[in-house]
C-alpha cells in the first residue's frame, strides 16, 4: 500500500489491503446503540473485508472510569461482543480479543509512561472533556489511572503495530497522543514501533430521540440494538416532534421534528420525501408517521435482534470466540513485546 503520512485519512480514500492491520476498541461499560451502528458498527463489516482486523474489548480502558463498578464492565464485555456479532461482524474474518487478558499491554504501558509528560495528558482535550464530564466520580483530583489511559491506549495499537485505527473524531488526540510516544520510542530507543493514522468515516453522530445532539444511556434518549419491538415501539411513540404541531392539519416543521430525523436514517429516499411534503402541507398525522418508522426501524434491528439471541442461547460460543481471538492476539503482542524490550536492553 501507498505510504500513508498523514495523521488521519478520510474512510473513503484508504485503499482496502489484506496486509494492513486495523485496529479498533470499546469500551464495555453498556450495550451498544444505533448511534454505534450508524457510526461504527456498519464500517466495521465493510473494513472487514479489506483490512486485518482487529477489536479489542478494552476492559482494562473501561476500568479507569469504573473502577469501583467491575461487575458492570464484566457484564458488558459478552454483551458488546454479542452486538457485535449480532451485526455482522465475523469472527472468521476478524480478531476480537480482551484487553486483560493481554498483559504485554500493561507491560508496555509502563514503558511508554516515562515518555509522556503529566501536563502533556492535562492538555489532551479528549480526557479534558471527558474529566469534565466525570466530575462526580473524580472530584478536583483525578486518579493516575484516567490520566494515563491514552497511554495505555497507545499500548492497545502499538502492541499489534496496528496501522489504521478507525474512531470517531473524540479520539483524534488520542491517536495523536499515540504518535507522538511511538516518535519518542523511536528516537531514543531506535526505529522499533509504527506511527499508526486515524482513519474518519463520514458518519453523523446520531441525536437522541429527545432532540439532544448525543445519544446515550445515561440521557436515556438511546435505541439499542437488543431493544424489542415493544421498546422501540414505546420509545418512538415517545420521540420529539414539532411542537407547534397541534392538530393533524396544521403544518409540519419536518426539519426539527425528531421522527423525520430518524426517517432519514431507516427509510428509502422515496419515502423520506413523501414524509417530509405530507407534513409540510398537514396531510399526514404524526402517529401514522411514527408508525412508519417504527416499522422501518424493525426491518433493520429485526435481523440484528434474531442474530444476537442465537449467541444469547450460546453464551459458550462468544466466550470461545474472544477466547480464540484472544489467543491469537496474544502472540503478535508477544512478539512486539520481544522487539521492544531488545530496543530498550531489557532482553535478558
Ligand atoms: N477509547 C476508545 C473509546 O472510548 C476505546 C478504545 C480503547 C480504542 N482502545 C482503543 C479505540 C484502541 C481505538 C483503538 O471508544
Known amino acids: 500500500m501507498e505510504k500513508i503520512e498523514d495523521e488521519k485519512i478520510k474512510l473513503e480514500d484508504v485503499k ?41 474489548v478494552a476492559d482494562v480502558q473501561a476500568l479507569t472510569d469504573n473502577f469501583n463498578n467491575p461487575e458492570k464492565v464484566k457484564q458488558n464485555v459478552s454483551q458488546i461482543l454479542m452486538d457485535e456479532l449480532a451485526v455482522g461482524i465475523d469472527p472468521n474474518k476478524v480478531t ?5 487478558l493481554i498483559p504485554e499491554i500493561a507491560e508496555l504501558t509502563v514503558f511508554y509512561s516515562n515518555l509522556v509528560t503529566i501536563s502533556r495528558l492535562e492538555r489532551n482535550p479528549t480526557v479534558k472533556t471527558e474529566l469534565a464530564q466525570k466530575r462526580a466520580l473524580f472530584g478536583e483530583s483525578v486518579t493516575y489511572g484516567f490520566l494515563g489511559y ?52 463520514n458518519f453523523p453522530r446520531i441525536k437522541g430521540l429527545d432532540g439532544n445532539e448525543k445519544m446515550g444511556k445515561s440521557l436515556g434518549n438511546a435505541l439499542y440494538l437488543s431493544d424489542t419491538e415493544d421498546v422501540i415501539k414505546e420509545k418512538v411513540m415517545a420521540a420529539l416532534t414539532d411542537p407547534a404541531r397541534i392538530k393533524k392539519d396544521d403544518p409540519g416543521h419536518p426539519d426539527i421534528c425528531m421522527v423525520y430525523y430518524y426517517h432519514k436514517l431507516f427509510g428509502n429516499e422515496e419515502e423520506c420525501k413523501n414524509v417530509c411534503e405530507e407534513c409540510k402541507a398537514g396531510k399526514r398525522g404524526c402517529v401514522a408517521c411514527k408508525k412508519e418508522l417504527i416499522k422501518n426501524i424493525d426491518n433493520t434491528l429485526r435481523p440484528i435482534r434474531e442474530k444476537r439471541h442465537y449467541y444469547e442461547e450460546r ?34
Open 16 to 56: 482496502p489491503d489484506k496486509n494492513v492491520r486495523i485496529l479498533t476498541g470499546d469500551r464495555p461499560t453498556g450495550k451498544l446503540h444505533i448511534g454505534h451502528y450508524f457510526g461504527s458498527l456498519k464500517s466495521r463489516v465493510t473494513l472487514q473485508d479489506q483490512f486485518e482486523t482487529f477489536i479489542e
Open 96 to 100: 476480537f480479543f480482551l484487553q486483560s
Open 150 to 201: 491514552p497511554v495505555s491506549q497507545a499500548a492497545d495499537i502499538t502492541a499489534f503495530e496496528a496501522k489504521l485505527v478507525p474512531v470517531g473524531e473524540d479520539q483524534l488526540p488520542l491517536i495523536e497522543q499515540c504518535r507522538e510516544i511511538v516518535r519518542k520510542f523511536n528516537s531514543i530507543y531506535g526505529e522499533t514501533l509504527k506511527e499508526p493514522v486515524a482513519v474518519l468515516g
Open 315 to 348: 453464551p459458550n460460543e462468544v466466550k470461545d470466540i474472544l477466547m480464540a481471538g484472544t489467543a491469537h492476539a496474544r502472540d503478535i503482542a508477544k512478539e512486539t513485546m520481544i522487539k521492544v524490550k531488545k530496543s530498550m536492553k531489557l532482553d535478558y
